[in-house]
């Protein structure tokens, strides 16, 4: 399960094995067939040519020694019968006998035979080498004797190590210690009685260089059997107590059930194989190591497998290649699209070619255009959301002040005040100007100091008995922007719900200072009547809640201004600013206002 999941969890993982299943694995498997199938081929190549050798040894082994047994037909001569079936011959006819066995020689050109004897029943015979002779044992002793008169149409091939002739009948010995000999029976030409027998001596090199010249691979070699799996003939080199094939072992191949096997029963697996010699009756064994004989083939899996290997190199590489072409494109798209994700609208891609890819990004270009664009466009809407709620807030507190303001008016004109009616009609006259400016909703801290100003000269002419004012408003403030009639709201509610019920003359002072945190700060404190905690409580509530407090008639029920300039404040400037107002219950209440110094819009 975890392998799957981290297959699923990348697009170049997924690839890769996409890579691995499709070029890889099927790479792989045809270069374990090709091996397969090579190392067939090459070890079938290698031992037909390893056996053809040894057939070729064979072949050349039955014509030498088919030249050789021409030599036979001199016992065909009449001279040798009648040496062979009477007693009696002169110097000459023994002369005769040599001079034939000598043109024998000159015309067949056989250097490699050593000896021509000829002996008969009563073991008088006549030889290249010694030439007359008598035997002190009777012939028919030796069992090749006894077997050829038993037998008198085979021919038999003597190895060396029974020696030649002569050594075994009468001590006669050359100077070559290995001889071959070739023997068989002399036969009278009309009763085919056995007469005699004829023997030939050749010298063993001929099959000895072949031995010891003739090898396979670089540790191989031939060597020569008997037809009951002796060895005859081994190589020079060989070490003396070598481990060779036991006739045991070759008994299979012998009796022609098979031409070869792999004997694996010591140390690393032999090659051997056979071919016989029909002259002879001795077989020619090749015996070598298996690795020798497969070189080739091991050649030829080393090539596979660097190909192989080459071939996984190069399809790795060039999924990585291909895989990057791919997914890197895809990062950066992903990139990108996590920045704006996070906000970040001008993350845009750079596309290149043509591909679906491509497309992918100039398609996440547009659509953060179009996002942008809706931004934009929903900002701008905001804003004149904001400015039409702004706008209604203030058309919500300028009838309510209009109203309490021309109720003065009336009031001192009733009374014959008409200087002081003259008086407010002029504060107001100014204050509208101010309210009014422009249709701008922010004016400078010193222009709303002002229309406060000009507020509380209006309500000192109603309530000059209750009503005393200060106003103290650092002069550092004067370059900062704030809502208009930010104040003023608060003001009368501390006239018509502080002063005003306390029926006696109260103080309402306004401050101004920049706090320690560099924030704006502007307190109106009042000494009225205060509030209950439970009332300061509900007014708190409305505060936070953004509920707004209940209204009855023309009277402001005790929240309705702080209300106002709390959302008007807050629709600009954030939730983390406003208002904040502490009571105590006939002692007073002091509203704060809290605002960052920054610059405002029209």
Same mark, same amino acid.
């Given at each position: 399960m975890r392998l799957i999941r981290w297959i699923s969890s990348s697009l170049q993982i997924k690839l890769l094995t996409m890579f691995i299943i499709l070029t890889c694995i099927p790479l792989i498997a045809v270069g374990l067939i090709s091996y397969q199938k090579s190392f067939k081929t090459v070890f079938d190549n290698s031992k037909a040519a390893a056996m053809l050798s040894a057939d070729q040894l064979a072949r050349d082994l039955d014509t030498q020694f088919i030249d050789t047994r021409k030599l036979l037909e001199i016992s065909q001569n009449a001279q040798v019968l009648h040496f062979l079936f009477s007693q009696e011959d002169t110097y000459e006819d023994t002369k005769q006998i040599l001079r034939t066995m000598d043109s024998y020689r000159q015309t067949y050109k056989y250097d490699s035979v050593l000896n021509i004897t000829m002996v008969n029943l009563y073991g008088r015979g006549i030889s290249e080498r010694k030439g007359l002779f008598q035997l002190e044992k009777n012939p028919l002793r030796n069992s090749h004797f006894t077997y050829l008169t038993n037998h008198p149409d085979e021919v038999l091939m003597i190895p060396p190590s029974e020696a030649s002739l002569l050594d075994r009948i009468d001590g006669f010995q050359y100077n070559r210690t290995n001889v071959i000999s070739i023997m068989a029976a002399v036969k009278q030409q009309i009763t085919h009685e056995v007469i005699g027998f004829i023997a030939i001596d050749l010298d063993d090199k001929v099959v000895k260089q072949f031995c010891d010249n003739v090898t396979i691979g670089e540790t191989g070699f031939y060597f020569v059997v008997d037809a009951a799996g002796q060895p005859i003939f081994t190589p020079s080199t060989l070490k003396e107590h070598a481990k060779l094939p036991s006739p045991a072992d070759l008994s299979h191949m012998l @009796? =022609?059930? $098979?031409? @070869? !096997?792999? $004997?694996?029963?010591? =140390?690393?697996?032999?090659?051997?194989? +056979?071919? %016989? /010699? #029909? +002259?002879? =009756?001795? /077989?020619?064994? =090749? !015996?070598? %190591? &298996?690795?020798?004989?497969?070189?080739?083939? @091991?050649?030829? #899996?080393? &090539?596979?497998i660097i190909t192989v290997v080459l071939s996984f190199i190069f399809a790795v590489s060039l999924h990585f290649f291909i895989s990057y072409r791919l997914t890197h494109p895809l990062h950066l798209l992903k990139s990108k699209m996590q920045l704006a994700a996070s906000g970040y609208l001008e993350a845009k891609v750079t596309p290149k070619g043509n591909d679906e890819i491509a497309l992918l990004g100039n398609s996440f270009n547009t659509m953060l255009s179009k996002i942008r664009e809706l931004l934009d466009q929903s900002i701008k809407e905001q804003e004149e959301i904001k400015k039409a709620e702004l706008r209604a807030l203030q058309a919500q507190i300028n009838p309510h002040f209009l109203y309490n303001t021309l109720d003065s008016i009336v009031w001192m004109a009733e009374a014959g005040k008409n200087h002081q009616v003259i008086q407010l009609v002029q504060s107001l006259s100014k204050l509208f100007r101010i309210s009014l400016s422009k249709g701008r909703d922010w004016i400078m801290i010193h222009k709303e100091v002002e229309h406060v100003h000009s507020y509380l000269v209006i309500q000192q002419m109603r309530y000059r008995d209750i009503l005393e004012y200060e106003i103290d408003v650092d002069d550092r403030l004067k370059p900062y922007p704030i809502l208009k009639m930010t104040l003023q709201p608060i003001v009368e509610n501390a006239l018509y719900h502080g002063l005003k019920n306390k029926r006696r003359k109260g103080l309402i002072r306004i401050a101004g200072r920049i706090a320690d945190n560099g924030e704006m700060m502007i307190v109106v404190e009042d000494d009225g009547i205060g509030m209950s905690p439970e009332k300061l409580e509900q007014t708190r509530h409305y505060l936070s809640n953004k509920q707004l407090p209940e209204q009855t008639g023309n009277e402001v029920s005790g929240g309705f201004g702080l209300h106002n300039v709390q959302q008007r404040i807050q629709l600009y400037y954030g939730s983390n600013y406003g208002v904040s107002i502490d009571s105590v219950q006939n002692e007073g209440t002091k509203v704060s206002i809290r605002i960052p110094l920054t610059g405002g819009y029209g």
């Open positions: @009796n =022609g059930a $098979d031409t @070869n !096997y792999i $004997d694996s029963s010591e =140390g690393k697996p032999k090659f051997v194989y +056979m071919s %016989p /010699s #029909r +002259m002879t =009756g001795w /077989s020619i064994v =090749g !015996y070598v %190591p &298996l690795q020798e004989i497969v070189e080739e083939a @091991n050649s030829i #899996r080393q &090539l596979i």
